[in-house]
């Protein structure tokens, strides 16, 4: 559903994106992840039909940015991180006002309007001033007039900026029921935890390069290709530790007190094994668990910068 080819834009002999490739099939949430003035929002932007690539492709629904931007522009709904609210305008005018925007006849825009703030759980806000809204709201707003028309294909800029913990979580549960409803779904945060809670792909760029793309699962693998559990004992964890490090599954210990992390080829069947063992063996375990990869971890190890 979306398409990107080589794709590259130049401000004077900076390159703020450079010769990406990447696809987003429908219906799937990509996670668009990169530091400050990686490139992130150049490539957004390019999408929106806001901004010409200086080289490569770009496609949305099969349409190119470039040769067909009315097309694109009418299956695509696009939120940037920066957007205006006028004042002295209400929610209910401010959705109607884009509606006409997008020749939605007035006949329908009634019905879809009610549609897009129910979705959106503004109802109660309909006739409240725009100005008058927290952040929370106003973001709300802005994704509801992103919704006006129906689009296939979402391209969301830090949507959840700002946003208190509560409001983010509802955020997360409103983007998973609109992939629910097919939608595709481009979206950059910084909040990482939450890109891999709804994510079905992420890719990570740095000084518009894309370092890193897959699956969350799949790039997690490929960080850290080993499972990697930690026991914790009541007791010394020394003999565990010696016993443990022998057994040809396991790559790598580290112990520190009475904790032990282990990391190996192991599966469920090995694990069971170790867990009888070292009960035989006299060790009172206190804990067992898998320690999955964050995309934190992931982030932190292929780029140079921080998050944003």
């Not at 690539?53 to 709904?77: H, N």
């Not at 930690?230 to 580290?254: C, I, K, M």
Request: aromatic share 8%.
């Amino acid at each position: 559903m979306i398409k990107l080819i080589h794709l590259t834009k130049l401000f004077g002999k900076h390159a703020a994106v450079y010769d990406l490739s990447f696809e987003v099939p429908q219906g799937k949430i990509f996670g668009f992840i990169g530091p400050n003035g990686a490139g992130k929002t150049s490539t957004m932007r390019i999408l929106a039909t806001l901004s010409k690539p200086t080289a490569g492709t770009a496609e949305v629904g099969g349409f190119d940015v470039q040769t067909q931007a009315a097309e694109v522009r009418q299956i695509m709904g696009y939120m940037p991180d920066h957007f205006g609210v006028y004042p002295g305008m209400r929610v209910g005018e401010y959705l109607d006002f884009f509606g006409a925007a997008f020749r939605i006849p007035r006949a329908k825009r009634e019905q879809i309007i009610n549609d897009v703030l129910a979705l959106t759980d503004l109802q109660k806000k309909r006739d409240d001033f725009l100005d008058t809204l927290s952040q929370g709201n106003k973001q709300r707003v802005c994704l509801a007039k992103t919704l006006i028309h129906d689009p296939k294909v979402l391209v969301l800029d830090e949507p959840a900026s700002g946003l208190d913990p509560r409001a983010r979580i509802e955020l997360r549960e409103l983007l998973k029921t609109l992939r629910s409803m097919g939608k595709t779904i481009l979206i950059s945060s910084h909040i990482l935890s939450d890109l891999a809670d709804f994510s079905d792909m992420i890719g990570i760029i740095e000084q518009g390069k894309l370092v890193l793309t897959g699956s969350v699962q799949e790039v997690a693998k490929r960080y850290r290709p080993h499972r990697l559990i930690e026991w914790q004992f009541l007791n010394d964890a020394e003999p565990a530790h010696v016993w443990l490090r022998s057994q040809p599954s396991v790559v790598r210990t580290e112990l520190n007190d009475h904790r032990l992390r282990l990391e190996g080829n192991f599966n469920d069947e090995d694990l069971a094994r170790f867990h009888t063992e070292l009960v035989q063996r006299g060790m009172k375990i206190i804990l067992c668990r898998e320690i999955e990869t964050n995309l934190e971890e992931v982030f932190m190890s292929v780029t140079s910068g921080g998050v944003s």
